[in-house]
């Protein structure tokens, strides 16, 4: 053979990549006919396609090919005369083979010969035989002596072309060579091709390959070889493709400098100039991109196959629908998703779609359904891959993230849906109950994610349990040249890609304004816009880690960016322009987990960083709005992995004054309410403010804390909190509204001064008090009834006397929960009786002799025996029977409920609500009394 | 131009380098001209924040964005005045690194006979970054091997 490898190998590239387009066709004109039945146009199609891939198969040289292509291309030979039902049988050889021809011709890019598929080859050609003799014998009685003549009728025939002859056909390079190839053909027409090579190329062949005389002649319309002079399209490495991008960016960064000075050049004729180079170099680059764009189906056609085999491999039924496959994608965005679509192809065969007698339990159709569909929505491509299978198990994925240590059960009850689907986006993470072979293992949608986020696209999951699930991949149209946005922080300019824009805001803070206002929630700055919550990020605060704090009379330059379907407000100190940018990479080192998605020359020649904004709504945490009380939680369990006090709840914080702030259980707060100061009544010296139709008065908490009285001279609103008891409302007035923070420390209790105060918590490197709410409400109460005697009076929930006596031992390990649930049983007339955990609380019961404790109040997260344990055994205890058990926790989802009732608790109560627990407490202790 | 010893160092003159020569906190410096792609002044500089601190910044080259190193700080040198920059400009696959220094010295054909290997007086902070020192009349010329210096930079990332 040649030892010249490089001269043989251009042609030989070619002739492997048309190949693979043959076979590619082939395989979408078998599926056709597979799944549409015969068609003539179709079996036509196929037929020359064979044909022409033997054809250039044996010039090349490549005899198995050739044999193999041959054989097929005679199996149609009836049926481009008859039409007739393709049978199953013969359509999976016709698949056999097409797969040995890929095969065959991924071996061609190393090896110089096919010889080495010969065995295969010759097992495979009588199986063809025999699968089509079947056919046609079946369908048409020909016997098998009749059949023959088809199969061995077309012979090769040989003769050498030998150095005489190519120079008899002339010496001069552009001579074209007419190659023939004789048939000795009965059946049928008589077919053939031309293939047309130059003279070099022939003769660089090697004269050893070139031992083949083939004529071949068309009389069909049937294509000739693809690389003839007469096709439309051309073939362009695709190198010489990204240098014409390269240097039509260039040009338009060098038309941007234009553009930029038109403005401060006056003359008439230098605006039409530059007016005319932006139109040119706009519609070049755009003609530039399409040159790139490639169809969609270009990848998703060949998943056919990929459905087609893995549904036979796991026994199941699975049709596959494509649609909008026509839409067009930049070539190498569209490398970039083939292998994260495939894995999402697999996994939905795998394990979405149920097998066949499954899906007929759940009253399906038999055969699954996978759909791809392909779209353009605001200049990104999205690619929908929906299947009608089982969808995805909330319970399944939370268990396994469990299981893998991704969370703890702590967590999953507090997870939101979409943070539970996207569970399955964690490293490490793979429900498949044994690794099949189908879905491998260690590819996981983790890969599929990071994958798809390099290219500047999304993945978002959508699922129905029992329905089916939904993968969207939303990818950009191309990344050579972005639109963007140019904004500034102090004087450096930055870029905003436009795909993540969502709209400019200005704001100002200190207008009263309708469009929304600036809260503070969990630390961060919202801007409350058209009732969404928009967290907002200062771009100073991103660059410089400093903090953001809007000012209260500044202006704000909003832009509102979208990540992962959350959006958030980015303030920027200026907002410049939009402007074409080119993207020129960042040095790997400096991409990694960085702000920056790369840069870009502006117009005057400055270096300006790109924005990625999912790096920053990642560094800055911004969840789905819904789920912003959430967030802190997961977070900080996802970085420290340690077992939650789950005591810890949320407080709001406030200002008691201007110097101290304060802090209250939020679950004691009904409302938080803002009223001009204009509207506050008084009666006497209490004042009172008209709330719901009804008075409610006012408590003022600086003087009942003995810290001076709010001023309200000075001020035009007020502002306050609601607490509710007993159908009543009160209101606490505070100086300022601040936050809602959730707290894990615990309250020290070292400092407290004076009533109303319960100790201090710390939170961040502050320090808030916390202030004794319901004692306040209390003592307020009293102080009205001794007062008026008459007026707001407290219907006790429980008659006195009843009260008095009953003991109630109250299991709780957090001292602040044990004083607050002691003093709202004492002053109901109980005598109570305290235990810091389990273990205590049992110590307690067994040596109440005289069974005086009625009732157990027990939290359920305490050391030395939890809640339900201590349930339990109690319930195991003949003694304890006439024992009442409630529970009161923070734990209330479902499951907890249930496990609580299980272990033998008489109701299942929320933490401090102090109307709710005496009503419990009033039934159990009437159940008793009956 | 170089003596001419005895027949035995004839080759040796054959292995003259050339290099590209540069002062950083008035330390003499040199790099193989072969990794140099240019030589260009000091140009307006784009800083990056929450990059390492020898990041100085990306400079536009010609229509290339080019990730400015200083020197100076990457081998934890003195600070120094630094009222003239030069950039000594470097290609790393598809990256381009400008080394910012004070200002460049000549280029000089170095022969082996002047090799010394690298003195431990070095800090290690800088030795592994060079290759070795020559002696000339004037001066001592610290080689630094540009190799390991963009190899490092770009490891301690990953």
């Known amino acids: 053979m040649s030892k010249n490898n490089t001269f043989k190998s251009v042609p030989i590239e070619e002739f492997i990549s048309e190949s693979d387009e043959i076979l590619q066709r082939v395989q979408d004109l078998l599926h056709s006919i597979e799944n549409k039945g015969y068609s003539k146009s179709v079996v036509d199609e196929l037929y020359r396609n064979l044909h022409t891939l033997k054809g250039t198969s044996q010039l090349f040289g490549f005899t198995q090919m050739g044999l193999l292509s041959h054989s097929l291309e005679a199996s149609m030979e009836p049926l481009r005369q008859y039409e007739a039902p393709i049978s199953k049988n013969l359509v999976d050889v016709f698949y056999k083979a097409v797969n040995l021809l890929e095969d065959i011709s991924k071996s061609l890019k190393h090896n110089e010969t096919d010889l080495s598929f010969k065995d295969l080859v010759n097992e495979l050609i009588p199986e063809i035989i025999e699968a089509a003799g079947q056919q046609f014998s079946a369908n048409y009685k020909l016997n098998r002596d009749e059949l023959n003549p088809i199969f061995h009728e077309k012979e090769l025939n040989y003769s050498t072309v030998n150095e005489k002859q190519s120079t008899r056909l002339g010496n001069n390079s552009d001579a074209i060579a007419e190659i023939n190839y004789k048939s000795k053909d009965d059946v049928g027409k008589k077919e053939a091709s031309t293939i047309k090579l130059s003279m070099n190329e022939i003769k660089i062949k090697d004269n050893e390959i070139i031992n083949q005389e083939l004529i071949v002649k068309d009389n069909s319309n049937a294509n000739i070889s693809n690389n003839s002079l007469h096709d439309a399209t051309i073939r362009v490495q695709v190198q010489l493709l990204d240098q014409i991008m390269n240097l039509v960016g260039e040009l338009v960064l060098v038309r941007n400098g234009i553009l930029q000075y038109k403005n401060k050049d006056e003359s008439l004729e230098y605006a039409n100039l530059a007016h005319s180079i932006d139109e040119v170099s706009t519609k070049l680059q755009f003609q530039v991109m399409k040159t790139r764009m490639q169809p969609v189906g270009t990848v998703v056609n060949k998943f056919q196959r990929l459905v087609r085999e893995t549904a036979t491999e796991l026994n199941k039924k699975i049709d596959l629908t494509l649609i909008g496959s026509e839409t067009e994608i930049d070539k190498t965005l569209l490398e970039a998703i083939k292998d994260p679509l495939t894995h999402i192809i697999r996994n939905s065969c795998d394990h979405g779609i149920e097998s066949p007698e499954d899906r007929i339990k759940s009253g399906k159709p038999e055969n699954g359904h996978i759909l791809i569909r392909s779209y353009h929505e605001g200049g990104q491509v999205v690619i929908e891959v929906s299947d009608d299978g089982k969808g995805m198990d909330r319970a399944k994925i939370l268990a396994k993230g469990i299981e893998k240590g991704l969370i703890n059960q702590e967590i999953a009850g507090r997870l939101s849906e979409r943070e539970i689907l996207n569970l399955i986006f964690a490293p490490g993470f793979s429900t498949a109950q044994k690794i099949t072979n189908v879905s491998g293992r260690g590819v996981g949608m983790d890969v599929v994610k990071t994958n798809i986020e390099k290219i500047g696209g999304t993945v978002v999951l959508m699922s129905t349990l029992g329905k089916g699930t939904t993968i969207k991949l939303v990818i950009p149209l191309t990344l050579a040249i972005l639109q963007s946005l140019i904004v500034k922080s102090s004087e450096d300019r930055f870029a905003i890609p436009q795909l993540r824009l969502v709209e400019l805001v200005r704001f100002d803070m200190s207008v009263e304004n309708d469009l929304g206002k600036v809260q503070m929630l969990q630390g961060r700055p919202m801007l409350k816009l058209r009732g969404d919550l928009l967290p907002l990020i200062g771009l100073n605060e991103v660059l410089t880690n400093a903090t953001f704090k809007p000012a209260s009379d500044g202006v704000l330059n909003i832009v509102v960016v979208n990540s992962d379907g959350e959006n958030f407000g980015l303030v920027v100190d200026e907002i410049m322009e939009t402007s074409d940018i080119v993207v020129k990479p960042l040095a790997n080192f400096l991409k990694n987990e960085s702000i920056f998605s790369g840069a870009t020359l502006l117009g005057d020649g400055t270096v300006s960083l790109i924005l990625d904004v999912q790096e920053i709504a990642e560094k800055f945490h911004i969840k789905p709005s819904g789920d912003r009380a959430k967030a802190s939680v997961l977070d900080s369990h996802l970085l420290n992995q340690k077992i939650v006090n789950s005591d810890a709840q949320d407080f709001f914080i406030f200002k008691i004054n201007s110097k101290s702030i304060g802090a209250v259980p939020l679950c004691l707060v009904h409302r938080l309410e803002e009223f001009p100061v204009n509207k506050i009544e008084v009666s006497g010296e209490q004042k009172m403010v008209r709330y719901r139709n009804i008075l409610m008065p006012l408590i003022d908490l600086a003087s009942e804390l003995k810290l001076g009285s709010s001023d309200l001279s000075s001020s035009e609103k007020v502002s306050i909190f609601v607490m509710e008891k007993s159908n009543r409302y009160y209101g606490i007035i505070v100086n300022e509204i601040l936050d809602v923070l959730f707290i894990e420390s615990a309250i020290d209790e070292a400092i407290r001064d004076r009533f109303g105060i319960l100790g201090n918590i710390i939170y961040k490197e502050q320090i808030f008090t916390v202030i004794d709410a319901i004692s306040i409400v209390n003592k307020f109460l009293n102080k009205t009834n001794q007062v008026s005697g008459i007026l707001i009076s407290d219907t006790k929930n429980i008659e006195a006397d009843k009260a008095k006596k009953t003991k109630i031992l109250v299991a709780e390990d957090v001292s602040f929960f044990r004083r607050q649930i002691g003093k709202i049983l004492e002053n109901e007339g109980f005598e109570v009786l305290m235990a810091e955990d389990g273990e205590k609380a049992i110590g307690l019961l067994n040596s109440d002799h005289k069974r005086e404790i009625k009732l157990l109040l027990s939290d359920i997260e305490m050391p030395n025996k939890n809640g339900l344990e201590l349930a339990r055994e109690v319930k195991r205890n003949e003694k304890l029977s006439k024992l009442k058990l409630i529970a009161l926790t923070t734990k209330n989802k479902e499951a907890d409920v249930k496990e609580g009732y299980a272990a033998g608790f008489d109701d299942y109560l929320e933490k401090l609500n102090s109307d709710k627990l005496l009503q419990a407490i009033k039934k159990q202790l009437d159940i008793i009394r009956d | ?158």
């Open chain 2, 1 to 158: 131009m170089q003596q001419i010893h005895s027949d035995k160092n004839d080759l040796k003159i054959i292995k003259d380098k050339q290099f590209t020569t540069f002062y950083i906190s008035n330390h003499l410096y040199g790099i193989d001209v072969i990794a140099v792609q240019e030589v260009t002044p000091a140009l307006s500089m784009t800083k990056v924040p929450h990059s390492p601190n020898y990041v100085q910044g990306l400079i536009n080259l010609r229509g290339q964005i080019s990730t400015a190193i200083s020197l100076r700080n990457l081998f934890n040198l003195d600070k120094y005045e630094e009222s003239e920059s030069m950039n000594v400009v470097c290609r790393w696959e598809e990256n381009l690194f400008s080394f910012v220094v004070d200002r460049i010295g000549d280029v000089m054909n170095l022969s082996e006979s002047q090799y010394e290997e690298p003195p431990d007086t070095l800090s290690e902070h800088i030795l592994k970054y060079i290759s070795g020192v020559y002696k000339t009349d004037k001066a001592l010329v610290t080689i630094i091997d540009v190799n390991k210096v963009i190899q490092s930079i770009l490891q301690i990332q990953k």
